[in-house]
């Protein structure tokens, strides 16, 4: 199993960012995938889930109505866009499948 997260940043409140999750190594396909992170001193926070076809999506009540969870599964790909963001998304994002995590991306706003 191989996830490698990407396009985490600095961003100013209120702004945006797209993350993306390249899977490999498994049935993407077939497989339910979340998305969680750990903020700076505290333990991780499940953030959002996606069935497998794409169809089905939940989301924690601190990110629900601003950030959207999504797959393309001809490109092994999981994304998650968030908008609004607010300092208290500050975090490291992980995809997730079943107990497997990525390194990571790192994701700060900040004025």
């Known amino acids: 199993v191989q996830l490698v997260e990407s396009g985490g940043g600095l961003v100013q409140p209120g702004g945006s960012l797209r993350l993306s999750c390249a899977a490999s190594g498994f049935a993407f396909t077939w497989t339910v995938m979340s998305w969680v992170r750990q903020a700076p001193g505290k333990g991780l926070e499940w953030v959002s889930r996606?069935?497998?076809?794409?169809?089905?999506?939940t989301y924690a009540d601190s990110v629900k109505g601003r950030f959207t969870v999504s797959r393309d599964n001809a490109k092994n790909t999981l994304y998650l866009q968030m908008n609004s963001l607010k300092p208290e998304d500050t975090a490291v994002y992980y995809c997730?499948?079943?107990?497997?995590r990525g390194q990571g991306t790192q994701v700060t706003v900040s004025s």
């Open positions: 996606i069935d497998s076809g794409g169809g089905i999506t």
């Open positions: 997730q499948y079943g107990s497997s």
